[in-house]
């Protein structure tokens, strides 16, 4: 049984459509990034599942329980949003018994339950403090501790750490991933345009675009086997070198850009097969060697470094490969100049082919 279903949801705007048909399963105890660039459609589904926003068509199921029109108290969800939204005359046990008291919880339940969250997130000296009295991070697992002692087994995270500076960010990304750990019972779906935050945190990515999922599967999958050009390109960093080109189909397939030609033989084409015709090869930074290195790789070629990118463990280095921008990661301590000719190597096997036209993986 799903914890969260959703089908066939429709939200418009208007004459604008923002949510398209969408369906979506969440298994108990997974945690589910919706990840996404802005306007795609990500914070507006997460909304409609709490309840923030009534939909156009559609139902939403809760626990097997069809939550489509009931009010957000009423879902059995705990959300936490971008705007830790704490009550500033009140301390932070006054934040976090404030909900349970209004719902006539019994005094020393709502106590353990702020004990627990209190114990759970690290925030016990923190009890007697006004939130003017805390840090962005204290102030954010707050907001999360809001929504712990509501025990419920779904929660909603509405880009929680964007307010946050990258150090804190990092260590509270951390902290979230303990936390689903020890509620492993406990379904979360958490949305972010972070990239990092979703391949770190999640147990699968629904990547949206234009109020549809173009995949859904685990970070593994999304990240080796984009379904299409735009996942490709939308999940890495530094992103994933594009080659325009056509491939060659016969007994030994290739890809072909101009001079440059790449044998394809032990790449895994959806359709089992090769099939002539105009193509995109996706090759990511990391996965290609240099130097010394370059010699074990199935394809070589030499390339001149134009620009070159410090950035402390590696180097970013910025080529050009059958004319067209290519770039490739060395460790931090290779000495390169703009100019300098190395020999660069990668295994096509585990490169990405798409579809000039439909860009979909090939």
């Known amino acids: 049984m799903a914890s969260v279903s959703v089908r066939n949801l429709v939200l418009n705007f208007g004459d604008v459509a923002v949510l398209k048909n969408l369906d979506l399963d969440i298994e108990k105890g997974e945690f589910l990034v919706l990840l996404g660039s802005s306007g795609c459609g990500k914070s507006t589904l997460l909304n409609c599942i709490a309840g923030l926003l009534d939909v156009t068509g559609g139902q939403i199921f809760i626990k097997d329980r069809n939550v489509t029109w009931l009010e957000p108290k009423d879902r059995g969800i705990g959300m936490v949003f971008q705007s830790y939204a704490l009550y500033p005359q009140m301390n932070v046990r006054g934040n976090l018994s ?25 925030i016990e000296p923190l009890l007697d403090r006004k939130p003017a009295q805390l840090s962005g991070g204290q102030r954010q697992r707050v907001a999360i501790g809001r929504a712990l002692v509501r025990d419920v087994d779904v929660f909603l995270f509405d880009e929680p750490l964007s307010n946050l500076d990258a150090k804190l960010r990092a260590e509270l990304r951390v902290e979230i991933k303990r936390l689903h750990q020890q509620l492993e019972d406990t379904t979360m779906i958490y949305v972010t345009h972070d990239q990092i935050e979703a391949m770190t945190l999640a147990d699968r990515i629904a990547i949206m675009r234009g109020g549809s999922i173009q995949q859904l599967a685990d970070p593994h999958t999304i990240y080796n086997k984009p379904v299409n050009k735009y996942v490709a390109g939308f999940i890495g960093s530094p992103s994933i070198n594009f ?11 290739a890809f072909r850009a101009g001079d440059l030609v790449i044998p394809m033989t032990r790449y895994e084409f959806a359709d089992g097969a090769a099939k002539s015709g105009a193509a995109t090869l996706g090759v990511r930074p990391e996965h290609v060697m240099a130097g010394e290195f370059a010699a074990s790789q199935p394809f070589r070629k030499e390339a001149t470094v134009e620009v070159v990118e410090p950035m402390g463990a590696d180097t970013q280095v910025w080529s050009r490969l059958g004319g067209m921008e290519f770039r490739f990661r060395v460790d931090g301590q290779t000495a390169l100049r703009k100019g300098d000719t190395i020999e660069i190597g990668f295994d096509p096997a585990r490169a990405s082919l798409f579809d000039a036209k439909s860009e979909l993986r090939l």
């Open 243 to 253: 080659l325009d080109g056509a491939i060659e189909a016969g007994a030994a397939p």
């Open 98 to 122: 404030f909900g349970l008291k209004n719902a006539r919880v019994p005094a020393d339940e709502i106590e353990r339950r702020i004990n627990r969250a209190a114990g759970i997130l690290h």
